[in-house]
């Protein structure tokens, strides 16, 4: 079982509250950060933004199966209610990404946000590549693609195989 932090409190009274919700899928997702209060009024508050993606992510590490599908599309970050800044998060389309939820670019809006139509000078975009020493010939270069490292025997429908993550994602 996993304990999701809720609020954080510093030794002054500073307190931080988080929220969660599901969003279509098992697993409770960050929607919401609120701080520095007046009364129970916080003056600060980040959210979230969440779309289903193509490629839902299973992961089954706990015992059981914990399906994260949302992906985030936006931050929202408000000072009394008015937008200061939002990040906007694009992914590449399922054809050029082979079906993979892959960020392509994140903009950076100020005051207003999105609707307030300023876009800071900060735009983040991201491309990827095939590994090193692989030198694509045909038309689907842009595809994900797998390389063949043989057999050690290991059959995963016979239970001959013990999984490890090896760089802990």
């Known amino acids: 079982s996993e304990y999701k932090l809720v609020q954080s409190v510093d030794p002054f009274g500073n307190r931080i509250l988080y929220e969660y919700e599901n969003l279509g899928s098992n697993?409770?997702?960050?929607?919401?950060?609120?701080?520095?209060?007046?009364?129970?009024?916080?003056?600060?508050?980040?959210?979230?933004?969440?779309?289903?993606?193509?490629?839902?992510?299973?992961?089954?590490?706990?015992?059981?199966?914990?399906?994260?599908?949302?992906?985030?599309?936006?931050?929202?970050?408000?000072?009394e209610g008015q937008v200061v800044r939002e990040y906007v998060l694009s992914y590449e389309s399922e054809r050029a990404s082979g079906g993979l939820s892959r960020l392509s670019q994140v903009r950076q809006f100020g005051l207003g946000g999105v609707a307030g139509g300023v876009l800071n000078p900060i735009a983040f975009t991201f491309e990827y590549q095939k590994g090193l020493g692989v030198e694509c010939v045909a038309q689907d270069c842009n595809k994900p693609y797998l390389v063949s490292m043989g057999s050690a025997g290991v059959s995963l429908e016979a239970g001959r195989a013990t999984l490890i993550d090896i760089n802990g994602d």
């Open 27 to 79: 697993h409770p997702l960050l929607t919401k950060i609120s701080y520095v209060f007046t009364d129970d009024t916080p003056l600060y508050t980040i959210e979230s933004a969440y779309e289903m993606p193509p490629d839902p992510i299973s992961d089954a590490n706990h015992g059981f199966e914990v399906v994260l599908a949302p992906r985030m599309t936006g931050i929202v970050m408000r000072h």
